[in-house]
């Protein structure tokens, strides 16, 4: 099968993201999302720490370390964009005025249900960050993530076995075997990789897959 690269999980979310949305990415993988926005598409990215209006990465050696976003990693700040309290940035989150928030996962359940702050494993660090919030707060949110675990399991599952950040909020999956909705309907297949079934992917994960209208290769 033709696994997709992080980069083209990362481009085949920024199709998604339309024209004038606020979007919050989270740290880690989403942050990558920023790299594949269309210029000529106007998309506001905020960022938890207080800013809205980051751009895509800088380049080597243009780094400026007081422009950072919430995974301390260098950013642009596009023409226009501003930076502001934390305080404002979270009132932001809170208050339902992000479109979309695009967010890492341990787990995600067919129904929507998100763990993605804590494993439970005894010596895990917690990392909780804004992700309640944001899951919460945000119009839909958007999971990128791996479809399996380095042992093989599937992260996506019947219920979440980890403790849970959100429920019933996450309305699309990005992986690199496929991308899926999921919700009171269970879980759709959208897009599956090319050299992989159906039946395969539903052996993979363990879960019932219904498939979308239009089933289409990635």
Known sequence: MNRMTRD????????????????????????????????????????????LGMGPAPAAGEEDWELINAG?????LLTGGCFFHHADSFAMMRGG???????????VAVNGDLANWHTGEPGAIPAV?????????AKKTFVMMDLLT???????????????????CVSRVYTDLGVFDVGPQGAQVLEIVEGLTLDELRRLTGVKLEMAVQLQAA
Not at 72 to 76: C, E, I, L, M, R
């Open 150 to 168: 380095k042992q093989g399991e599937s992260k996506l599952v019947d219920a979440c076995t980890y403790p849970l950040t959100g429920l019933a």
């Open 8 to 51: 083209q999980m990362a481009a085949r979310v920024a199709r998604d993201i339309p024209e004038g949305a606020y979007v919050n990415l989270g740290i880690g993988l989403p942050t990558k999302v920023a790299n594949y926005l269309p210029q000529e598409r106007e998309i506001f990215l905020q960022s938890e720490n207080g800013l």
């Open 129 to 137: 960050g804004g992700a309640m919030d944001l899951a919460i707060g």
């Open 72 to 76: 301390k990693q260098a950013v642009t």
């Open 97 to 107: 005025h992000l479109d979309i928030c695009v967010l890492g996962a341990f787990q």
